[in-house]
């Protein structure tokens, strides 16, 4: 069989198993007409819903209007892996963009979010399989190893106990893998059904009276010190403030964050149940799990014992084109097969079940970014890099703040800037970024087969820490 021939018994989709396995909502009636609002929402992801449930909750008479062009939930919130993570592993690159006292505040932020998922699910009744399992990040190649290394070194300075450095056997004694080398645990982190938390937030944002309309794209966004108005082909919604929470579509021509951004994307393979195997090998405590590549390989496991794994290492997109190759790759999908059983060869002869891929919205400093516009109370948050599921709950409370106009700790976290750092505009940032990409698996590619890098590789993997961008966590 050729290796990028999609096995026949495999189901390789644009949305995968998570939306399959939470089951078909049917979508909510369109906006017809016109609407006066408090707050408009415009996209129906996590941040746009936790924005949403935030300010319902800060302010329990505002009007609030939520606008999605297709499904809530049913974009990349319901098709990622499901690593409900802090931002702990992010100290370092948030320490030197941030200070000390600051980057704290997002840390510690976003540990509490973890807490407010899970508080969430409990106390709303919502099953989306949450298990606080915590973060395992394993070094797979010598190159990687101590990769943490300055994370665990601030942390400790500043008084943190937010990592914890294991040698290989107490890797081993987590997940027994002949790939993996020593690692870092993570405690603050758990692990979800995105698209049943996503469905979730929807269902109970319903129930307390906010207006949500799908199948209703905003194709005009005007804004003025007087208010906000978000035009869809059949209505209009007037409001005082607005949130955008679009993801990599904000990437597109007339988005706020066009040369802001990148899109990449990342795709995903599950296999059958394997408990047995999960049992020999000790991964039974529910630990989300990476290795410590720039372009990462993601996994986790279900309750019913299955191996979710994913790699983000997907094309560089051009302009915002999100469909095709970000969501349907059978290379990637090859590629990333190829690694998961090279990582658990003990899955020979088991089967794969589903595959399927989704865009990634990535800033240039791998940090999530909230954007005010000019002239407007108008707010743009996107720039996850993949770790979304987590810090849109916190985000979504920044957000919340600012469009009710609240002064608090939560809207002035740094990642509020109105002057984010920019890409090179097309088509220099699409090919600058896919010579990068390629040049990053080159380079690590020969370090996990024990041979030094290129030159050539080398340098160009540099290109962007002298620039200014960051890359990886």
Known sequence: MDACQTPRWMKHTAHGYWLEEAGKVAALSELVGERSADVVVVGGGYTGLWAAWQARHLEPNASIVLLEADVCGRGPSGRN????????????????????????AVARASRDAIDGVESFCREENV??????????????????????GKTLAICRQLGEDCVQPLAPDQVA???????????????DAATVQPARLAFGLRERLLATGVEIHERSPVRRL????????????AGAVRARAAVVAIGGAAKSARAPLRNALTVTSSHIVLTEPVPDLLAEIGWTGGECITDCRTMLHYFRTTPDGRIVFGWGGGQIVMGARLRGRAELDRHLVAAAAERLREYFPGLAGRRLTHAWGG??????THLPMVVPLDGSRTFVAAGYTGNGVGPSYIVGRTLASLVLG?????????FVDSSPQRVPPEPFHWLGGTLIRRAIMSKENAEAE????????????????LIGFHIGR
Not at 83 to 89: G, I, Q, R
Not at 127 to 148: K, M
Not at 176 to 185: D, L, M, V
Not at 406 to 414: A, I, T
Request: net charge positive; hydrophobic share 35%.
């Open 127 to 148: 099953d989306a399989w949450f298990r606080r399992g915590g973060y395992l990040q394993v070094s797979t190649a010598p190159a990687h190893d101590d990769s943490w």
């Open 359 to 364: 865009p990634i919205d990535v800033s240039p």
């Open 406 to 414: 609240r002064r608090d700790e939560h809207s002035r976290l740094p």
């Open 450 to 465: 024990g041979h030094h890098p290129s030159f050539l590789s080398k340098a160009i993997s540099r290109v962007p820490e």
């Open 173 to 187: 004694a987590r997940c027994a893998s002949p790939a993996f080398r020593g690692g870092a645990f993570y405690p």
């Open 81 to 104: 892996g499901g690593f409900c993570n802090s931002m702990w592993f992010s100290l370092p690159n948030m320490r030197r963009r941030w200070g000390d006292e600051a980057a704290l």
């Open 222 to 233: 005007q804004g003025s010190p007087q208010g906000v108005e978000a035009h869809t082909g």
